[in-house]
């Protein structure tokens, strides 16, 4: 199985923030990784597909890059509503693997 | 409107049985893979079953493999999960996702289930 491994687990901004969250995969996915956010109590929802592919009325605000084993999630500037946790997934082989989320507080 | 809508969860016992139920609308169901996705209270996601459109092709997790069953209804644009032998760790809201495109796209509200004696 492929692991996902995010980082940080969680971490502390402000409205305005420039925000980098990091997955790595435990060996080569191309480009197979997609970006979720989660708010508590609520489903996930789809913010980025195949690791920069923005998905549909996600703000421009937010980004993925790389390839392979390492990819980021960033968010350019920290809006309130941003305050979530994000999971990143790999979609390159069975089983589907998710990493284990980094929680963004203010 | 595109939605999920799960329902079947509740209280069951460890060792029973539980089947879960995803009615879809507003999207094209039939041409659809169709998955289910797992959380375990304040625990990360979990990728649990997957059934292709048709039906036909099945996949499964690792930790609830030989336990589950799962299977649509294109005709009902509905998505089952049959599970069985529950254990406590089974504990979870459990999502009804499609995928497209090689991500996860479409999510339920998510069903409970709570296993325990």
């Known amino acids: 199985d492929i692991q996902m491994t995010q980082s940080p687990s969680s971490l502390s901004a402000s409205v305005g923030d420039r925000v980098t969250i990091t997955c790595r995969a435990s060996?080569?996915?191309?480009?197979?990784l997609n970006w979720y956010q989660q708010k508590p109590g609520k489903a996930p929802k789809l913010l980025i597909a195949?690791?920069?592919s923005l998905h549909s009325g996600v703000p421009s605000r937010f980004s993925g890059s790389g390839s392979g084993t390492d990819f980021t999630l960033t968010i350019s500037s920290l809006q309130p509503e941003d305050f979530a946790t994000y999971f990143c997934?790999?979609?390159?082989?069975?089983?589907?693997?998710f990493g284990g989320g980094t929680k963004v507080e203010i | 409107e595109v939605q999920l809508v799960e329902s079947g969860g509740g209280l069951v016992k460890p060792g029973g049985s539980l089947t879960l139920s995803c009615e879809a609308s507003g999207f094209a169901f039939s041409t659809s893979s169709m998955h289910w996705v797992r959380q375990a209270p304040g625990k990360g996601l979990e990728w649990v079953a997957s059934?292709?459109?048709?039906?036909?092709?099945?996949q499964y997790g690792d930790s609830l493999k030989g336990r589950l069953t799962i299977s649509r209804d294109n005709t009902k644009n509905s998505l089952f999960l049959q599970m069985s032998s529950l254990r406590v760790d089974d504990t979870a809201v459990y999502y009804c996702?499609?995928?497209?495109?090689?991500?996860?796209?479409?999510w339920g509200q998510g069903t409970m289930v709570i296993v325990s004696s």
């Open positions: 996702v499609r995928r497209r495109s090689d991500a996860f796209d479409i």
């Open positions: 059934v292709s459109s048709s039906g036909t092709g099945t």
């Open positions: 997934q790999q979609s390159y082989s069975n089983p589907l693997t």
């Open positions: 060996q080569s996915i191309g480009f197979y």
């Open positions: 195949t690791t920069s």
